[in-house]
């Protein structure tokens, strides 16, 4: 009977300590994420447009000769520095002076012509006349047929007088000269001296070196955003750090269409800037003037253009992802202080890549629910709840 005993010690312990070391291993915590929700809070929305183009003069004009004839001088080159009403070309004046004189000399027979014309008329009406020895004489007044005659003469004699005026004018206007239209610097030549030249011909041209555009491409997704006079900001690539404000100036009316893409040409210029103590210097060509060297701005240099069509700040917003749509409507799903769910619409207003603003529909504070699948917020983490009561870190 002992060895009995015995022989079942051995088992009785080992089974202890199976049973002890079963009681004390830790038991495994299940984890099970739970729907994730997010609270309503106040914060600022910015709906950016961004895109690419190239700087390019805003003021930049043609200068042409007003008259045919031949170039005499250009007293420019191109990159010169000009000034308002500067003469930068002329055409020979030999032939617009003669021409001159003929128009003022056709004016002044014209001018006698309507005075004699007037004084003729006058002499018609007249009930009187003084003869050769200075004696007045009565006549007969008056012939009505010679009175229309001479009335029609005086007419005929003021259109022509009319008509050479004019023509004088019209000279006049027409200069030999082509003067710069503001300050600025050359950026073309189009003719030499000796050339022979056509009203209209192109002399050089001449851009504002201050002032810069640039072209951009806006889809048509968000050119409805866009608006004349919208804020933007310039980039210049080549310039890192620097950026410029600007604002929208023209949006064009039609669509332009590559492979299918719908975009709208949008120009956008960029407006003067003054930092502490010095002037931004947006140069165009050559080297810097002493104490302007702080910017260099260039045509043709590469910029990103960041629209700013909307802005709002301190409005209730909630991540775009928790907001669902039934019947037409935005609507939420609320989870409620005692945990009950229900869904309610709300009004919306502007919408950034991630939030959008909240008009009417939600208070600040509330919590709604985030759909499944749906990444957490920087504003608001992701909530993770664990069976056993104790969440993971």
Known sequence: MMRHVKRLAPLLVSGLLIATATACAPQEEAEVAGPATVEVTRGDITVEVTASGNL???????????????????????????????????????????????????????????????????????????????????????????????????????LRLEDAEASLAEHMEQSPEVTAPFDGFVTQIGVEGGDEVFSGSVAVVVADPDQFEALILVSENDISKVAEGTRAQVSVDALPGVVLP?????????????????????????????????????????????????????????????????????????????????GGRHVVTVVNDDGTQEQRQITTGISDWQYTEVVAGLEEGEVVLMPAGAAATDREPAQRFIMGGRPHP
């Not at 042409?64 to 020979?92: P, Q, R």
């Not at 956008?268 to 060297?293: C, H, N, S």
């Not at 910017?295 to 917003?317: C, E, F, H, N, W």
């Open 56 to 158: 390019a003069f805003s003021r930049e004009e043609e200068l042409s000769f007003d008259m045919a004839g031949t170039v005499e001088d250009i007293y420019v080159e191109e990159g010169d520095s000009v000034t308002k009403g500067e003469v930068v070309a002329i055409l020979d004046t030999s032939e617009w002076e003669k021409q001159l004189r003929s128009l003022r000399l056709s004016v002044l027979s014209a001018q006698i012509a309507l005075e004699q014309a007037q004084q003729a008329l006058d002499e018609a009406e007249a009930e009187t006349t003084v003869s050769i020895t200075g004696d007045v004489v009565v006549r007969e007044c008056c012939n009505d047929e010679e009175i229309e005659l001479r009335e029609m003469q005086v007419e005929e004699a003021q």
């Open 246 to 326: 600007a604002k929208v100036t023209h949006i064009a009316p039609t669509a332009s269409i590559t492979s299918g893409v719908v975009n709208y040409e949008v120009t956008i210029k960029v407006e003067p800037v003054e930092t502490p103590g010095d002037q931004i210097r947006q140069q165009a060509e050559g080297p810097m003037p002493a104490g302007l060297d702080n910017i260099d701005l260039r045509q043709g240099m590469s910029v990103t253009v960041t629209l700013y069509p909307a802005q709002k700040s301190d409005v209730l917003v909630i991540p775009n992802a928790a907001i669902g749509v039934a």
